[in-house]
């Protein structure tokens, strides 16, 4: 017994000291149609930034389940912009597209290359947590199923049904055609 712990130990430690440094997210949204969701989280990369970090599904704590408000999909960015900025002038709903565009010369929704993420700098990070916002993301980061590359315009991601209900009569009240999605998503550590 003795010989099986000290064999542990060193890594509990490496697991608490790297599950401290990614204790920084905040609490996760749910859903409330069932979606078909991925087992890890989906970040599109022209080139992988780094194989170091290594995602475990066997943390129960990494997954959360939220309801996601998606207004659109679609393969063109342009579109959903312009979708994006009508939603909001109607609704009032802020965008917040967590400093990333579309960036046509790698055909991703991508971080500037000299941003101060260095791990995800000129590539695509999920949005994985709860707010009322609106953003562009990539369905496959919230639907196993998705076609590769299709974009959707989120309304918000929330984490219990009534606030998702809530916001889709609100938006859906505006004339806006929105689905509210139940779905899991990873929400550890990515770095």
Same mark, same amino acid.
């Given at each position: 017994?003795?010989?099986?712990?000290?064999? =542990?130990?060193?890594? =509990?430690?490496l697991?608490?000291?790297i599950?401290?440094?990614?204790?920084?997210?905040?609490?996760?949204?749910?859903?409330h149609?069932?979606a078909k969701?991925?087992?890890?989280?989906?970040?599109?990369?022209?080139?992988?930034?780094?194989?170091?970090?290594?995602?475990?599904?066997?943390n129960?704590?990494?997954?959360?389940?939220y309801?996601?408000l998606?207004?659109? &999909?679609?393969q063109?960015y342009?579109?959903?912009?312009? #979708?994006m900025?009508?939603?909001s002038?109607?609704?009032?709903?802020?965008i917040?597209?967590?400093?990333?565009s579309?960036? #046509?010369?790698?055909?991703?929704i991508?971080?500037?290359?000299?941003?101060?993420?260095?791990?995800?700098?000129?590539?695509y990070?999920?949005?994985?947590?709860?707010g009322?916002?609106?953003?562009?993301?990539?369905?496959?980061?919230? =639907?196993?199923?998705?076609?590769?590359? &299709?974009?959707?315009l989120?309304a918000?991601?929330?984490?219990?049904? #009534?606030? #998702?209900?809530?916001?889709?009569?609100v938006?859906s009240?505006?004339?806006?055609?929105v689905?509210?999605?139940k779905?899991?998503?990873?929400?550890g550590?990515?770095?």
């Amino acid at each position: 017994m003795y010989a099986f712990a000290k064999l =542990l130990l060193p890594s =509990l430690v490496l697991n608490g000291i790297i599950c401290h440094s990614c204790n920084s997210a905040s609490t996760a949204p749910v859903k409330h149609e069932k979606a078909k969701v991925s087992k890890k989280p989906n970040v599109i990369s022209q080139q992988p930034k780094s194989t170091e970090t290594e995602i475990s599904d066997e943390n129960p704590d990494d997954w959360a389940e939220y309801y996601v408000l998606m207004a659109d &999909t679609g393969q063109n960015y342009q579109p959903l912009q312009k #979708a994006m900025k009508e939603v909001s002038h109607l609704t009032n709903i802020k965008i917040d597209t967590l400093n990333r565009s579309f960036r #046509a010369d790698k055909n991703l929704i991508a971080l500037a290359d000299d941003d101060e993420d260095e791990m995800y700098a000129g590539d695509y990070f999920p949005r994985r947590f709860q707010g009322n916002f609106l953003s562009i993301e990539y369905l496959s980061s919230y =639907l196993d199923d998705a076609p590769e590359k &299709t974009m959707v315009l989120i309304a918000g991601i929330y984490d219990n049904k #009534a606030s #998702a209900d809530s916001a889709f009569q609100v938006i859906s009240s505006k004339g806006v055609k929105v689905q509210n999605r139940k779905t899991k998503m990873f929400i550890g550590c990515l770095h």
